[in-house]
Each structure stands twice: as C-alpha cells, then as structure tokens.
C-alpha cells in the first residue's frame, strides 16, 4: 500500500506513459532518474520499468499507439539501462554470460538481470537480442563463466537450439529464463529454468551460486526475464 503523498508504481508508470509517448526525450529520462532514485534500481526495475514496457507493448498490439512511439519509449528506456549494466560491474566476482537465441528481441527482463546481478558483485558478459549459438560456443570456451543465461520468449527457440544448448551444458551451467523457458525444454537442454522476475532471478542465482562456484540449477516461483 503507498503511503500518503508518495508517488503509487502504478503512478510512476502513468508519468512515463505521459512523457515518452508524446515524444518526449527529456522528460522521459526526468521521470526514470526520479523513479530510480525513488525506489532504488532493483524496485524500479521490477515494479516500474519492466510493467511499463509490458504495457507499452499491450498498447501497441491493441492499436492504442504507433510503432513510432513504441520504438521511441523503448529506445529511452534502453538507453538508460545500458547506462546502469556498466556502472556497478565487479572485478573479481563470479562471470554470467547473457543471451538472447537467435530471432529472440525481447531483450529488456535480461537487461535488468544483468543490471541486478552486478549490483550483487557479479561479472557480466552481456551479448544482447538475436545472438547464434556460434558466438555463445565461442565467448564460453573463452570466458568459461559460471553461468550462461539464455532467454527466449517461445519454447521452440530454445528447442531448436537444443543439441548445441546440450553441448555447450557439459563444460557451463546452463539456465534459460523468459516465457519460453519450460522444464520439458530444459531437460531438452540439459539446463535449468532460471525463474522469478529478473531482479529475483538474479537474486535466486546468487544466493545459489554467488561466490562459491557453480551449483545444479537456480529455481523460483515464476520464470524469469
């Protein structure tokens, strides 16, 4: 419940919606570095940002906005997240590598698990939307991380990529995270589904590996990123 006189979740994300779909730049970022300083990274990614995006993208498929102010909202917002993923990276903490599969551009829940791992003293490798199971193969063999985290939004991304994801499980630990991220596509994989929303996630993965080295699997209550 909010207290009286402070600005309500729901309220953060109607003065986002306010700004940024009118094209405004500036006062989009006003209202983000207010709800960071507000609520602090991990709350305001969890309960404001990421809802926002949610509803942004509601909003587009219903026809209540463009594509142009979708694209913009989303371009301030990740502006600013990527701002956050290199302003508290460790030095000497355990190493997630994090992907998207190939054809996958839901990028924004992984974004804030990177964010929320490294504000826990992790090391991030962060690889972005659409990245080929070549490129994980290769930054893995030469980084050998303790986690490679994979997010995908349908089931069959991540089947599709089942043998190389299986190959890759017997030297790195594997989790897949986001919507498509099923127990029958991770047994698939020889990986474990990464759940909780991405700042839980991230929460998750270190109270189960941290700084001690690698575990089986991370697990919560609902699938993360």
């Known amino acids: 419940m909010t207290s009286p006189g402070r600005t309500s979740p729901l309220e953060w994300r109607a003065r986002l919606q306010d700004t940024l779909e009118v094209f405004d730049e500036t006062g ?4 983000l570095g207010e709800v960071f300083d507000t609520l602090g990274v991990e709350d305001a990614l969890s309960l404001v940002v990421l809802p926002y995006l949610h509803d942004v993208g509601e909003r587009w498929s219903n026809g209540s906005i463009g594509v142009g102010q979708e694209h913009f909202a989303s371009n301030v917002i990740r502006l600013r997240l990527s701002v ?7 030095t000497d903490g355990p190493l997630a590598v994090l992907a998207c599969l190939p054809g996958e551009r839901h990028e924004f829940g992984l974004m804030a698990t990177s964010i929320a791992l490294s504000r826990l003293g992790w090391r991030t490798c962060y ?15 030469t980084l050998e991380p303790e986690v490679l985290v994979l997010s995908a939004h349908r089931s069959t991304a991540f089947a599709a990529q089942a043998p190389a994801l299986r ?3 017997e030297t790195t630990t594997v989790l897949l995270a986001a919507r498509g991220a099923t127990e029958e596509v991770a047994d698939l994989c020889h990986a474990s589904v990464l759940r909780g929303d991405p700042v839980e996630a991230a929460r998750t993965l270190e109270a189960q590996l ?4 690698r575990s089986s699997g991370a697990a919560d209550e609902s699938t993360a990123v």
Do not use: F, W
């Open 167 to 169: 190959r890759l499980a």
């Open 28 to 31: 989009g970022h006003r209202v």
């Open 84 to 90: 956050l993923m290199g302003a508290d990276e460790a």
């Open 210 to 213: 941290g700084h001690s080295g």
């Open 127 to 141: 690889l972005g939307a659409s990245t080929p199971t070549s490129e994980l193969v290769h930054t893995c063999r």
